[in-house]
């Protein structure tokens, strides 16, 4: 049988926006749940050090995400490790659904995040958790003095080639420009480190193994060159995308699927907020998601205050 719970604002997703925008709506009197099929802290969680959090010099990603979830459960919010299945419109506001419950609730705020891209090779998922990795903080431990590639150019790629560095005779870093997007910083730090080997402008061209992963074929996008790695591990860092697909009928998405949405964090849905990566910006950043936290919390509070 289905269970129904009435809450003012429920909160999809339990990262840096969702915590965020749970803290403040608390503190702004609401009664909040939070839903999150996965877990709390979403990107973060994963991340190995933050070290560009205004007023935080260095902090664990999992420190700093756990902190966030208690304080959101201090003061009050409700947090469920439930996948939200649909979001309907009612008279008097919004069914969120999951599996066994269904919230209703007068204001909604999705923070959903955004979902590793995949590099989009034959047997990429076959081998996923058997030498393919998106997650090198989580599973990097395992690599511990072999040999693995990273393939990315952007922050994520760098940071997770200097944090494998310590743990892996050698990384590859695989990247399809001459140029890396990543903060110079980063830049500096693996030039510094004789055991990353850069590859640029190379592609990853074909994932080597059956049961696990044995090797990386990259191909030089300077003369078509083929060249397989020794691999064990394959940390695929090639950026985000959203996953807004269950509030395409909902709310407005843009080509990409990003939630539209300004600076004040409103849909095209009275009703409905929006926090964070999922949502159309210039900056994502672990700060602007806080930020957008608080103010899809402030902004939901007011509105289910006015109704
Ligand atoms: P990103 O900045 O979008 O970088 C993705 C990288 O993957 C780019 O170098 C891109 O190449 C490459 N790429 C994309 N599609 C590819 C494909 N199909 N094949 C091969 N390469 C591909 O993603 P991110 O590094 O995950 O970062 C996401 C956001 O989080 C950024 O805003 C970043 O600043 C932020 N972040 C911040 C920190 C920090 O501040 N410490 C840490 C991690 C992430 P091109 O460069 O050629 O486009």
Redesign the pocket.
Known sequence: MKINEDYKIVIIGAGTAGLSAAVYAQRAGQDVIILDGKGYGG?IGS?DK???YPGIASVSGFDFATGLYEQAKSLGAKIKFSEVKAVEKTEAGFDVVTERVTYKTSAVIIATGLEK?K??LANEEILTGKGVSYCAACDGAFYKGKNVAV???????L?DALYLSTYCTNVYLV???D?????QTYVDEIAGKDNIIQLKSC??AEIIGADKVEGLTVKSLKDDSLKTLEVSGVFA????VPSNDIFKDLIELDSSGYIVAGEDCLTSTEGIFVAG?CRTKE????VTAAADGAVAGIGAAKYVRAK
Not at 237 to 240: D, H, K, R
Not at 283 to 286: C, N, V
């Open positions: 990107q991340t933050v070290e560009n891209r590099l989009g393939v990315g150019g952007g922050n994520t790629a940071e990247h399809r420009r140029e890396y997007r990543a903060e592609v990853p860092a090639v950026g985000q990566d900056i994502r950043q672990l």
